[in-house]
């Protein structure tokens, strides 16, 4: 894959370390020998997936000549926060339109990512109910900023366009060089799939690396079949964009949706106990929203047996950390 036809900014320090996850994997018990791929400790405040991301989309932003970034998010967005920190990195402002997808859960005294939003220099924030056209809202907020001749640009919600997604691709062939050089062969790579531009950057670089190692994702909102198309489209488009010259098979999609629990951000028991055991086994954290749920599906499919004796599971883990101080009663052990 050739990255270099594209604008990008330099936001990462080399490879995110691959871990292996010895004391989760003998606690399994099931023989499957787990890694952990640490994109939590990206560069950005706070760390994730976005970073990777954001070094396409900011670039196109400021070749577009643009002084002002705005973006959107669920109220406890990481990807909000890390547009934010990046922006004070390129002296672009930064406007956030939130949307209240669970009613009443917006509050300005919030902890987590909402109380880093301040630190990181946040120019506005605008608060809509769920199910707003999120577009539409970014749009009517560049035309008000136009018209005093700021120069705006629109980084879609999570990044997920095939600009974004570019940024995934990129940690597909990150990764294959990694195991390469470790001589290490990897069964199986699980993510989280949100707005799809990870997953979608991962399949779309699994193929432009001739690589074959499928990548199943976890739901954390929508059932399986809408994420499969969402996530589909957007790989066909992120590897039309990279001039491959395959097309991707809808097969090569996977999503389990039965991790999401009662919805987005709602807390399910499957996931407070991941994020329980990670921390416990790994000194690894994850967050209630992503990681947590993702390697909620990631433990059940051990546990279950879908990975034959003997594989090698490697696991994403994107980061959202911050987001557990805004929830820390989920995870009293009381509860
Ligand atoms: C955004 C996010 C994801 C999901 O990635 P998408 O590209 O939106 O699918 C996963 N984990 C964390 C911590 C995130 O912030």
Redesign the pocket.
């Known amino acids: 894959m050739n990255f270099t036809k594209f604008p990008r900014r330099a936001y990462l320090q080399g490879a995110t370390p691959i871990e292996r996850m010895e004391n989760l994997s003998k606690a399994l018990g099931k023989d499957v020998n787990l890694f952990v791929k640490r994109d939590?400790l990206l560069p950005g405040a706070g760390g994730?997936?976005?970073t990777r991301?954001l070094e396409f989309s900011l670039a196109d932003a400021l070749e577009q000549g643009a002084d002002t970034i705005i973006t959107c998010g669920a109220v406890q967005?990481?990807?909000s926060r890390l547009t934010a920190s990046w922006c004070c990195k390129e002296n672009l402002d930064c406007h956030l339109i939130l949307e209240e997808r669970v009613k009443g859960t917006y509050s300005p005294e919030a902890s987590g990512n909402n109380f880093l939003f301040d630190l990181l220099n946040i120019k506005s924030i605008a608060v809509v109910p769920g199910g707003s056209d999120m577009m539409a809202e970014m749009r009517k907020k560049g035309d008000e900023l136009k018209s005093h001749g700021k120069k705006p640009y629109i980084v879609p919600g999570?990044?997920?366009n095939a600009i974004g997604a570019l940024g995934?691709a990129v940690c597909a062939e990150e990764i294959m060089n990694q195991l390469n050089v470790a001589h290490l062969g990897i069964d199986h790579i699980v993510v989280?799939?949100?707005?799809?531009?990870?997953?979608a950057g991962m399949v779309a670089g699994m193929f432009g690396t001739n690589a074959n190692i499928p990548v199943s994702g976890v739901n954390?909102s929508r059932p399986k079949k809408d994420q499969e198309d969402i996530v589909h489209n957007l790989a066909e488009e992120t590897a039309q964009k990279l001039e491959m010259k395959m097309s991707i098979p809808r097969e090569a999609v996977v999503c389990y949706d039965q991790y999401v629990g009662p919805g987005y951000s709602l807390p399910t028991d499957s996931m407070v106990e991941a994020v329980r055991i990670f921390a416990k086994h790994e000194a690894i954290l994850l967050?209630p929203?992503?990681?947590g749920k993702?390697a909620a599906g990631l433990l059940d499919l051990v546990r279950c047996g879908h990975f034959p004796r003997g594989s090698n599971v490697l696991f994403l883990h994107?980061?959202?950390s911050p987001?557990l101080y805004a929830c820390m009663q989920t995870f009293r052990k009381e509860n």
Do not use: L, Q
């Open positions: 939590d994730g997936n976005k991301k967005s990481n990807h999570g990044a997920s995934y989280p799939s949100g707005s799809a531009g990870t997953h954390v967050d929203v992503y990681s993702a994107t980061g959202g987001a």
